[in-house]
């Protein structure tokens, strides 16, 4: 709806943004207290911090921690950025579950990496250890961890690194102890055969 005041600019709100005032009454003419005019005006920077919002959505998936922090760093205030990410969520435009899905799909391009550092590469965005653990369980059903880690081991060989230093490598890349054991004989055979 637009909205345009008699001695300002126009704007527009979405309605379900209006907490008090009936979206019904306002019309051409109509006037109203510093209450309600007030909750018209919040209705207005709702629907912007939504536009906004939906501008960095149309370019990739964004988690709510994320988009949080992009629209306070506009100057918008949090009240507004919470209820604009509710009704986004509400939508379903925007997903933290569809976020660290598209995340971790685009991590495996370059890296190889296992559950502990993945998932704390999804907190550090602000996913929840729920939401987390979700997409980790629906990646690595694609993508075996096992696997993973045998590509991360290949990496070591082709850069020279002695089993020491491998396996460092492999736990800093959050692989698990038994993983790193079970892959690792790959590792101490490739080194026979160079040898």
């Known amino acids: 709806?637009?909205?345009a005041t008699a001695d300002g600019p126009a704007f527009f709100i979405r309605t379900s943004y209006l907490q008090h005032?009936?979206?019904?009454?306002?019309?051409?003419g109509a006037e109203f207290?510093?209450?309600?005019?007030?909750?018209?005006?919040?209705a207005g920077l709702c629907y912007a911090a939504e536009i906004k919002a939906v501008d960095y959505l149309s370019r990739a998936e964004q988690s709510r921690f994320g988009l949080t922090r992009k629209l306070s760093a506009k100057g918008m205030q949090k009240e507004y950025i919470d209820r604009?990410?509710?009704?986004?969520?509400?939508?379903?435009y925007l997903s933290d579950v569809r976020y660290a899905g598209a995340w971790l799909n685009s991590r495996k391009a370059t890296h190889h990496e296992g559950?502990?550092?993945l998932a704390a590469e999804?907190?550090?965005?602000g996913i929840d250890r729920h939401t987390a653990d979700r997409a980790l369980t629906?990646?690595?059903e694609e993508n075996p961890e096992a696997e993973e880690c045998r590509k991360a081991v290949e990496k070591c060989i082709r850069l020279g690194m002695d089993y020491d230093k491998a396996v460092r490598f492999l736990s800093m890349h959050g692989f698990t102890a038994?993983?790193?054991a079970e892959e690792s004989m790959l590792f101490k055979n490739q080194i026979k055969k160079s040898r």
Do not use: G
């Not at 207290?33 to 919040?42: F, G, M, N, S």
């Not at 604009?84 to 379903?92: H, I, M, T, V």
């Open 21 to 28: 005032v009936d979206s019904a009454v306002i019309i051409s």
């Open 138 to 140: 629906e990646f690595f």
């Open 115 to 117: 559950r502990i550092r």
């Open 1 to 3: 709806m637009k909205i």
């Open 33 to 42: 207290t510093e209450d309600e005019e007030q909750d018209i005006l919040d």
């Open 178 to 180: 038994k993983m790193i």
């Open 122 to 125: 999804l907190c550090s965005r």
């Open 84 to 92: 604009a990410l509710d009704y986004l969520e509400n939508k379903r």
